[in-house]
């Protein structure tokens, strides 16, 4: 069984856990293009390597940001969001 780290309950079983996807920037609404929206909404890279990525610990939940090397198959950590920088 997988084990993913929640940063509020500790760890949990995978099964627990709902992904969301990618963390992305999203393009400023007041000054993108409409190629600019059309690439943040329908593509994605898939290529392998580390990812931030949203997940939710679905019983309390619980969102939060895994790093995930997506070629090992490995959480390389889990953390609350911040915000941006």
Known sequence: MKILNC?????R???EFYYWGEVRPMPNPATAS????ADY????NGAPGVKKEWW???PSN???IAERDTEKDVVVRTYFYE???
């Open 56 to 58: 939710c610990h679905t």
């Open 13 to 15: 079983p995978v099964s």
């Open 62 to 64: 619980t969102w939060f």
């Open 41 to 44: 909404v329908f593509n994605r």
């Open 83 to 85: 915000g941006e920088a």
């Open 34 to 37: 409409d190629d600019a929206w």
């Open 7 to 11: 940063p509020l309950n500790g760890p």
